[in-house]
């Protein structure tokens, strides 16, 4: 079935490390990588995606990589601030003949950084 | 531009009990989707609308729950009758094309007891 792996569920770095959160998933016909950040009490708010002809992009303090062969996509913040606690999600989207664009969601990681 | 918006925001009912959730789209964006997220958990597609039709319901858990989109504005998602597992949070998304970037709305926090 289509499933999406995340790991780790909760990450704890100094304000100013870098932080890696790691997915990895199931459905060969993805095509397409959002990364969402969840802050206490609001919405998830799309951060940066990718799309499978891309094998890495940054924006700023952010990048995502990805791995087709592997299933694997990351992302990687650097520099990390206190505002960039939150919790994080990755997710895959399969284009599918019927036309759909659901995302496939991994479990989330809590990202906090320590002042 | 105002976001997704969803109501209510926090819903406590008893164990057979209906709900009505809503969700309102950004102005003009055709495709509506609706996921949830159980405690801990993965946040899972439930069904896509585009306009007033139901484009993907492969995630519907069962026959409890009936979305709606007529007119292809706002939606409302019922669950008649709740159980204790449909407890989580529901949130509604809307992009403006298909492959176009998803917009959440907030969130709706239902609690089943």
């Known amino acids: 079935g289509e499933n999406v792996e995340q790991h780790p569920s909760t990450l704890s770095v100094q304000e100013g490390d870098s932080a890696v959160i790691k997915c990895t998933y199931s459905d060969s016909a993805s095509n397409y990588f959002p990364w969402y950040k969840q802050e206490l009490g609001k919405r998830p708010q799309l951060i940066i995606d990718?799309?499978?002809?891309?094998g890495e992009k940054k924006d700023q303090r952010i990048a995502v990589t990805l791995n087709k062969t592997a299933k694997h996509f990351s992302l990687h913040i650097t520099e990390t601030q206190p505002e960039d606690s939150a919790v994080y999600f990755c997710a895959a989207s399969p284009t599918r003949t019927s036309g759909t664009y659901k995302y496939i969601f991994g479990t989330g990681t809590r990202l906090k950084v320590l002042a | 531009e105002a976001g997704v918006t969803q109501f209510p925001s926090h819903s406590v009912i008893e164990k057979g009990q209906t709900v009505t959730l809503r969700c309102d789209p950004i102005s003009g964006h055709d495709n509506l989707y609706w996921y949830r997220r159980v405690m801990g958990k993965e946040i899972k597609f439930l069904l896509h609308f585009v306009k007033e039709s139901k484009q993907d319901e492969s995630g519907m858990p069962n026959n409890r729950f009936l979305a709606e989109r007529t007119g292809g504005t706002y939606s409302t998602l019922k669950v008649q009758p709740a159980e204790l597992e449909d407890s989580g949070v529901y949130f509604c998304?809307?992009?403006?094309?298909?492959?176009?970037?998803?917009?959440f709305g907030p969130g709706t926090r239902l609690t089943v007891t």
């Open positions: 990718i799309r499978s002809n891309v």
């Open positions: 998304a809307s992009s403006q094309g298909i492959g176009y970037e998803q917009y």
